[in-house]
């Protein structure tokens, strides 16, 4: 079971390398990595079981954070009736094409891997078109918007060694341009 111990913080040298495309089939490693990771958002997500285990909560968690440096990230993006939004681990992920409208979320971004509190927008795509693997090699090309599409950018960057406050502007941290959207 990942652990916060298991995350690795800001620093490290894996969460500012690029990460390898993953080759299928997976290894008996490479599935039991990317259950392990789904498990955490899981189990991060379950109240109870956060607090026994002292899991700060997580809608997706990627390989370089738990120092694996493998394009491979677990998503679990829960909407406000608790619904799924989205969910799956995503191997190889490629943005094929975003609308030009930017977003941001209004209480900015955190990181399993910042410890500290870096506020500012992190503007990103509004809507993108994300080609991917799934853990069993299957391609699948789909539409996300909004909070779902904010959270791959986010999990993506970290397969490229991008960090969310790389993106945070430091003099003007909440300036944007007036067409940028705002998620609350
Ligand atoms: C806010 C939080 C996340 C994504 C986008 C906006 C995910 C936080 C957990 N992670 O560090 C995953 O990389
Ligand atoms: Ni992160």
Redesign the pocket.
Same mark, same amino acid.
């Given at each position: 079971m990942i652990k916060m111990k298991d995350i690795i913080r800001d620093g490290k040298p894996t969460l500012r390398a690029e990460a390898a495309k993953v080759t299928f089939p997976l290894t008996a490693e490479q599935k039991k990595l990317a259950e392990d990771m789904m498990l955490y958002l899981e189990n991060s997500q379950d109240p109870k079981i956060a607090e026994k285990y002292h899991l700060r909560a =997580?809608?997706?968690?990627?390989a370089p954070?738990v120092d694996v440096s493998l394009q491979m990230a677990a998503v679990l993006v829960p909407g406000p009736d608790n619904e799924i939004l989205f969910k799956d681990v995503i191997v190889n992920p490629v943005i094929v094409s975003h609308s030009v409208q930017g977003a941001a979320?209004s209480e900015g971004? =955190?990181?399993?891997?910042v410890d500290k509190d870096v506020p500012g927008y992190v503007v990103r795509h509004d809507r993108i078109t994300l080609r991917y693997d799934d853990v069993d090699g299957n391609e699948h090309k789909i539409r996300l918007k909004n909070y779902p599409a904010?959270?791959c950018q986010?999990?993506i960057d970290?397969l490229h060694g991008i960090l969310f406050y790389d993106h945070i502007d430091k003099k003007e941290p909440f300036t944007m341009d007036d067409s940028d959207l705002i998620i609350e």
């Open positions: =997580g809608v997706g968690l990627a954070q979320l971004e =955190g990181c399993l891997s904010i959270v986010h999990e970290h």
